[in-house]
């Protein structure tokens, strides 16, 4: 079975911008989580779709946003990018809302 | 202070020593999860436990829900385990500890 897969790998965009990640879930799982990680901040959630619907939502400003659509496929975007969005996204899908499966993700950095 | 904690920050252990990380919480929980980072950024799900003890290969994780406390062990610690170890816990959604650096040396 084939694991999760985000694409692009590697992005690099100047401030003001905006991008659009994606990610593809696990065949069968419809969770789809979305995590920022940073140096100084490590981990942090930032949104969790299931079956097309937002079930939770981090601590993030609303230039962050996300979908999930009917093929349980995500996309997340950042809009009016800023310096501090450089960062390494990660994208995880699961059955349940536990054991979760992680992509390879998606290291952006903002100039 | 964060809800999860680990300890060390950073360990440098010679190859074939036994290693322990540390993790604590201060929150109810439903699971726990222990992943691996390797350099380059990929993350691996090594275990997910909500109580007792669970083995693979050389890996242990063990969880005292009471004492809110687990540690992830290494036997015959190699090289190729160098990387960073990460506690998480199902709070919904998952809240992550900084990190444990593992460096092992030949």
């Known amino acids: 079975k084939a694991g999760v897969t985000q694409t692009p790998r590697y992005l690099i965009k100047t401030r003001g911008q905006q991008v659009t990640l994606s990610c593809s879930p696990i065949s069968g799982h419809r969770s789809v989580s979305w995590y920022q990680q940073t140096p100084g901040q490590g981990l942090q959630f930032l949104f969790e779709?299931?079956?097309?619907?937002?079930?939770n939502k981090g601590n993030f400003p609303g230039r962050f946003s996300g979908r999930q659509f009917s093929n349980s496929r995500s996309e997340m975007n950042v809009s009016t990018l800023e310096l501090g969005d450089s960062a390494l996204y990660l994208c995880?899908?699961?059955?349940?809302?536990?054991?979760?499966?992680f992509g390879p993700g998606t290291r952006l950095t903002v100039t | 202070k964060n809800e999860v904690e680990q300890s060390p920050q950073n360990l440098t252990a010679q190859e074939g020593e036994f290693i322990t990380i540390n993790c604590s919480y201060s929150v109810g929980i439903s699971a726990l999860h222990w992943l691996q980072q390797h350099p380059g950024g990929g993350i691996v799900s090594l275990f997910m436990?909500?109580?007792g003890k669970k083995k693979h290969g050389r890996l242990i994780a063990t969880i005292n829900i009471q004492e809110k406390h687990s540690s992830l062990h290494i036997t015959a610690s190699h090289p190729r385990d160098s990387a960073v170890y990460i506690c998480?816990?199902?709070?919904?959604?998952?809240?992550f500890g900084k990190g444990t650096r593992l460096s092992v040396i030949a």
């Open positions: 995880a899908s699961s059955l349940t809302s536990s054991e979760q499966y």
């Open positions: 436990l909500s109580s």
């Open positions: 779709y299931f079956s097309e619907t937002q079930r």
């Open positions: 998480a816990v199902s709070r919904t959604p998952l809240v």
